[in-house]
């Protein structure tokens, strides 16, 4: 029997405690050993059948030595750092589903567990219930990872899904994320781009060994999008997702490209045709070439599959660690994204829009949509470098065209 402990009661917690309860026949054949959830650690009150399991005091489970496995999914850096590391220090496994403290404190617990001869895990930080994290440290070891890209959260990816698909407002769509339980306690994670920003830095330290930090990250969420820009994408054969990248750029300096903001691809392509609350990641190696991870990227049942999933593995590697890890060098691998080039999407207006977007930009694509008012136009430019774009995006102004927005355009 293994014993664990699980900080927090929330969604996702709720959710472990169920997938134990449900799968308990079938995780103890597959482990070998059943599992049996020792403690539960909430400040509120619970009316549950497993009520006396529940603890205010995290010392109840600290100095528990029967209690092997630590669960943290509190969400949050404080005080779930300071548990990380004391269950750590005190050689218990620590499995996690919280990206904010995984990417602001990836490296540090990742060294702590190395050194207690115990496992810190965290697929559920990325991707939900979609297994990533050790797909990529494990399954894909041969290669050298080029570039990954993705959809990353699903709160924003069913946001714009219904915006595309049913021309729903983006309050309401809002609404309806935090009713089904896929957004984070603060809306403004999701929507601001922040939880995508954690998530793509785990998965680039992941890939390239050095703890990228989320505030090295440019980061843009969604809530400038509106239904024209929808309706803008979609007449060129596009859809609006917000997607997270990282590219390896130079292989001596370890410089990389990491940025998190809403994109034009495809609605073809195999990112594009990820919609609701899904997620999907694209791999690319030197020998796999592109690989796509697909599931449900956000939700109870999903989320505490992949943290179930961790424990799981915990207990297999009793008391050996994992080489999962990457480390902090004390540098900004992240290059200026201002120094790289994409094609952008612009929307305007302004008297005589057409021709002065014309002496400003070469090589334009106009767009059209049903009821464009006379004074607006939308186009996608070639391949710009961001700075290059910045400076004639403020031509643009100084001959007095208004931009309303404008969205990179990505090719994945
Ligand atoms: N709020 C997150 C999302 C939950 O919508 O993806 C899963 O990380």
């Not at 939880?195 to 830095?201: E, P």
């Not at 930090?213 to 239904?227: A, F, H, K, M, W």
């Not at 050996?320 to 952008?344: A, I, M, Q």
């Amino acid at each position: 029997m293994v014993n664990i402990a699980v900080l927090g009661h929330g969604v996702v917690g709720s959710g472990v405690v169920e997938v134990i309860d449900t799968n308990y026949g079938h995780i103890a054949k597959n482990l070998g050993q059943a599992i049996n959830i020792k403690r539960i650690l909430d400040l509120r009150e619970f009316d549950v059948p497993y009520s006396y399991k529940f603890t205010k005091d995290f010392d109840d489970i600290l100095n528990d030595d029967e209690i092997s496995i630590v669960v943290e999914v509190m969400g949050g850096i404080n005080p779930a750092y300071d548990f990380a590391k004391k269950a750590l220090s005190r050689k218990k496994s620590v499995v996690t589903s919280n990206k904010e403290l995984v990417a602001a404190k990836g490296a540090e617990l990742l060294k702590i567990a190395k050194e207690n001869n115990v496992n810190f895990y965290f697929e559920a930080s990325v991707g939900g219930g979609i297994p990533i994290i050790m797909p990529m440290h494990s399954c894909l070891a041969a290669n050298v990872i080029d570039e990954v890209a993705g959809i990353l959260n699903g709160t924003t990816n069913y946001i714009l899904t219904k915006m595309i698909r049913e021309n729903m407002s983006f309050e309401d769509a809002l609404k309806l994320a935090q009713h089904l339980g896929y957004a984070e306690r603060n809306p403004s994670a999701d929507v601001d781009g922040h939880d995508a920003c954690r998530k793509i830095c785990i998965l680039a330290s992941l890939a390239y060994g050095k703890h990228i930090y989320p505030e090295n990250v440019y980061t843009q969420g969604i809530t400038d999008i509106s239904l024209e820009d929808v309706e803008y994408a979609d007449n060129c054969g596009c859809v609006v997702k917000l997607i997270g990248r990282t590219k390896k750029l130079s292989n001596e300096s370890g410089d990389i490209l990491c940025m998190v903001s809403p994109a034009f691809i495809s609605n073809q392509s195999q990112l594009g045709v990820i919609d609701d609350v899904f997620n999907g990641i694209m791999v690319r190696g030197n020998a796999t070439g592109d690989v796509v991870f697909y599931g449900k990227g956000a939700g109870k049942l999903p989320t505490a599959s992949a943290v179930v999933g961790d424990v799981i593995a915990a207990a297999k590697r009793f008391k050996t660690t994992e080489s999962l890890t990457w480390e902090d060098d004390g540098k900004n691998h992240v290059v200026d994204y201002k120094t790289t080039s994409v094609p952008f999407y612009v929307r305007c207006k302004g008297e005589n829009a057409e021709s002065i977007i014309c002496e400003i930009f070469d090589d334009i694509e106009f767009l059209s949509r049903k009821n464009k008012p006379d004074n607006e136009q939308a186009f996608i430019t070639a391949e710009l470098l961001e700075s290059d774009f910045d400076s004639k995006i403020e031509k643009l102004s100084q001959k007095g065209i208004e931009v309303i927005n404008y969205i990179r355009v990505l090719n994945y």
